[in-house]
């Protein structure tokens, strides 16, 4: 997400030391990933913890440019934010429209580790948590962010 209607706000930050600008945006962007990451974990599927605690942020710097991330570590995510195999092909409304993932176009059979039983199953549907945690807080995000760069300045100019 590229935050806009900032220009003034950056054409005061190019009067201020270089260092000072990374940190006030940094800490600024900070901020923005925490709305959406805590929109994020709101959005998780309630039956798994696990994966509503590994939603994290991270925020970086580099060549000038500040870069906010939320993402998760577990290697399952991607299967609940888009859905698999026929069922996720029916019903995944919510996905990010620039995603276009590739769905097994049949069921399939495993065994049930509790029950050692084989079981049918035809995926399931998409129960997307992330991208609806950006796209819900976009504008949101974006006024936190000119707002605490304006208050870091204000800060500054003092």
């Known amino acids: 997400m590229a ?8 054409k005061k930050l190019k009067s201020l030391d270089k260092a000072i600008q990374g940190n006030i945006t940094k800490k600024a962007v900070a901020k923005g990933c925490q709305t959406v990451r805590g929109a994020s974990v709101m959005l998780c599927p309630v ?3 696990d994966l509503r605690e590994s939603i994290m942020t ?14 998760t570590n577990k290697e399952y995510a991607p299967y609940v934010e888009f859905g698999t195999g026929p069922k996720g092909q029916e019903d995944h409304d919510g996905i990010s429209p620039n995603v276009t993932p590739s769905y097994r176009e ?16 035809r995926g399931q549907a998409a129960q997307p948590f992330m991208y609806p945690a950006l796209k819900d807080n976009e504008d949101k995000v974006i ?6 760069i304006a208050d870091e300045i ?3 100019v003092k």
């Open 3 to 10: 935050v806009r209607g900032t220009d003034n706000l950056f």
């Open 47 to 49: 039956k798994d913890g």
């Open 58 to 71: 991270k925020v970086e710097e580099k060549d000038g440019k500040v870069t906010g991330t939320v993402y």
């Open 106 to 121: 049949k069921g399939w059979s495993y065994i049930d580790e509790e029950t050692d039983k084989r079981v049918y199953t």
């Open 143 to 148: 006024k936190e962010i000119a707002e605490n």
């Open 154 to 156: 204000k800060k500054l």
